[in-house]
């Protein structure tokens, strides 16, 4: 059964970084584009970042491009989003979730808890 958890959120000052984790259990994370999502309260979610499945190219939403960088571990079938210069605005729940191709409309699977990501002084 196809599986993602979220991890590495916390709290941070404006300015700071965090790594947040997707690791994946029941399939191989390579096989499918990996994107992070990220809901803030009151809002929709909304794509982040992407990894594609084929050949690694990756996309960012303006809102965290030059900050934000998304990786693949093949060997740990994880995926990262290194956050860097955060935002009071990066504050929201991130997500990730497997999908056909980056940008599609459905994800494989249903979204998991999230992790909580909070920038405040």
């Known amino acids: 059964q196809l599986q993602l958890v979220e991890s590495g959120g916390g709290l941070v000052q404006p300015g700071g970084s965090l790594r947040l984790s997707c690791a994946a259990s029941?399939?191989?994370?390579?096989?499918?584009?990996i994107g992070w999502f990220r809901q803030a309260p009151g809002k929709a979610r909304e794509g982040v970042s992407c990894?594609?499945?084929?050949?690694?190219?990756?996309y960012y939403a303006d809102s965290v491009k030059g900050r934000f960088t998304i990786s693949r571990d093949n060997t740990k079938n994880t995926v990262y989003l290194s956050m860097n210069s955060l935002k009071p605005e990066d504050t929201a729940v991130y997500y990730c979730?497997?999908?056909?191709?980056?940008?599609?409309?459905?994800?494989?699977?249903?979204w998991g808890q999230g992790t909580q990501v909070t920038v405040s002084s």
């Open positions: 979730a497997a999908q056909r191709f980056c940008g599609a409309s459905l994800i494989f699977g249903s």
């Open positions: 029941g399939f191989t994370l390579n096989s499918a584009a």
């Open positions: 990894i594609s499945s084929s050949d690694g190219s990756t």
